[in-house]
Each structure stands twice: as C-alpha cells, then as structure tokens.
C-alpha cells in the first residue's frame, strides 16, 4: 500500500527499559542492528499496526508497555534503487514512518522473538538511548536522528540510587532520587540476551538492508 508519492506507511518502535536503555534488535541470521518497525496494513491505524509489530517482532502485548509518546508526523526516507525490487522501481519510493516510545512495564524475560513463525531478530540487547548512527544503515540514519531527537524530550524520568556516607545513614540505607527528565543517559548498556539467544559480532556492523528497506 503506497501512497500517491510512492511512500509506504510504516511505524517505528522504540522501546525503553526503566534506565532509558532502548531495544536493540539483531536482524536474523545477520550481524546487523535495528529498532523493531513494520508496515501499516491497509485499514489500520499506525498505533494498531504498531501494538500487532511489537507482538511479532518481540513478543510483547499491549499490557506489557506503556505509550509515552509518538512522533506527531510522518517521517520519511528514500530507498536507493539497488534496494528496489526490480518491478517496484519507478514506483516505490520508500518509507514514511510514524514513530512510537514506549516504555517496557512487564519483565524482560517476557519479551519473546519467537512469538510468530517469521522471526525478524535472533538476540536483543538493551543499548544507550542515542544509538551511534553510523551502525544504522545510511538511507535511514536522517529518520533516526529525527525521531530520537523529537522523542527524547518525553523520556521518563529514571530510577536512579544514592549511596550515602555510613557516618549520614546506618549501614548501606538507599533512597531513590529523580533524575533530570533530558539528561541523557550515558553509560553502557549491559548486554541482556533472552534465553536461547546468541550475540554474534558487535554492533559496528551497517543494519540489514534485506527483508523490508
């Protein structure tokens, strides 16, 4: 389902665990990277096709995250003609994708990438939210920058942990304490594999360019 520009409706998830770490998806039998997203179905809104991506591509239902916000238009990027099926070309332009933060509320052993029998990743981790855009294949980098920067103003405010002097509080006592809504989250992620999942080579490898451009 094209429309008359020759874009193909889409949306884009990124998904947020309490520490403001994102979703990160290797494409199956690849080395490659990306944010969970998929095409609108004729007759769905995007945050229909949305809820029914996020259960096909990650397992999850829509009690299991909570939507902070989303993009308040359509985002869109080109297709280079080598992407094109040879038929499509002079037709298919590329994407225009409405794009979603959700934050995850369930466990992460909930999420599941066999949830469907044609799975998009074979292993996940949780990433800083800023993904470095030169692992994000080219023709899509501009989209990523945009809805990341239009996104992060909505991000949650963590869960952060003060360790206070012994000679303050008896023993180790902690208490929780806010963090400013758009300080950005800088230190590294703790690679997180579901069960059965494997990591194979790292992530400064371009995201696939297979499957759906």
Not at 173 to 180: G, K, L, T
């Amino acid at each position: 389902m094209l429309d008359r520009e020759g874009f193909r409706p889409n949306v884009g998830i990124v998904l947020l665990n309490q520490k403001n770490q994102v979703f990160w998806g290797k494409r199956i039998r690849t080395h490659s990277w990306q944010f969970p997203q998929g095409g609108i179905d004729r007759g769905e809104s995007p945050e229909q096709a949305m809820f029914r991506e996020l259960h096909e591509e990650v397992g999850l239902q829509p009690e299991h995250v909570r939507i902070v916000a989303r993009t308040r238009d359509w985002l869109r990027y080109e297709v280079p003609d080598r992407f094109i099926r040879r038929d499509a070309r002079g037709h298919y332009r590329g994407q225009k994708q409405i794009w979603y933060l959700l934050q995850l509320v369930a466990h992460d052993w909930q999420l599941n990438l066999r949830a469907t029998n044609h799975p998009e990743f074979d292993a996940w981790r949780w990433n800083d939210y800023w993904v470095p855009l030169d692992v994000v294949v080219e023709f899509k980098r501009g989209v990523y920058e945009l809805a990341l920067t239009e996104l992060s103003r909505f991000l949650p405010r963590p869960e952060q942990r003060n360790r206070y002097l012994r000679g303050g509080l008896r023993g180790h006592e902690r208490v929780s304490a806010p963090m400013a809504v758009d300080a950005p989250v800088s230190q590294p992620a703790a690679l997180d594999l579901p069960p059965g999942g494997s990591l194979v080579g790292g992530l400064r490898t371009p995201l696939a360019s297979r499957g759906e451009p």
